[in-house]
């Protein structure tokens, strides 16, 4: 597997925050910070109806996450890891079945969230991947598709994070 795709599968499991962007009701960019749990083919947030994020989602499904490694306390920062994924949202409506897979992924990667998901105004939302850029460090950065995605998500759920044999 690419050194690179190991390292992206590296950034999505030991990050678990990312900034959203949406764009509102005229058209302004709007950033959020979202949890976010890795599925097989997506990445899965929890939302409340009550955010301007989830209005926008609604509005328009496109939109960006970036997901980064953190600064450190001291020394240089223009080389962080990061990548900046383009999504398409889908909010399941209340009853969809696939409600209960989602509500599952997001579990297993944040338990002490359980009490949050019978509340009724939050909801689940599955952001599927279209393409991203990863920057790993200087000269280090590459555009990816949806297919190069899905197999750093793949990568990324393993507990061990080692390629599958």
């Keep these: 597997m690419h050194t690179l795709t190991r390292a992206l599968a590296r950034l999505l499991r030991e990050q678990r925050v990312a900034s959203l962007a949406t764009l509102d009701a005229n058209g302004l960019p709007q950033l959020s ?33 970036m997901v980064h490694e953190g600064a450190p306390a001291q020394g240089p920062v223009h080389a962080l890891h990061r990548v900046a994924l383009q999504v398409q949202a889908r909010l399941p409506p209340a009853h969809d079945p696939s409600g209960e897979h989602l509500r599952t992924v997001y579990l297993a990667r944040f338990p002490e969230a359980l009490p949050m998901t019978s509340l009724g105004d939050f909801r689940f939302v599955r952001l599927g991947l279209i393409e991203a850029r990863q920057v790993a460090g200087f000269g280090a950065a590459r555009s990816l598709n949806a297919e190069e995605l899905v197999q750093a998500l793949a990568q990324a759920m393993r507990p061990d994070g080692h390629d599958a044999a």
């Design 33 to 65: 910070l979202v949890p976010f749990a890795i599925d097989t083919d997506a990445l899965v947030i929890h939302v409340s109806a009550l955010a301007a994020h989830t209005a926008a989602l609604e509005r328009q499904p496109r939109a960006a996450l």
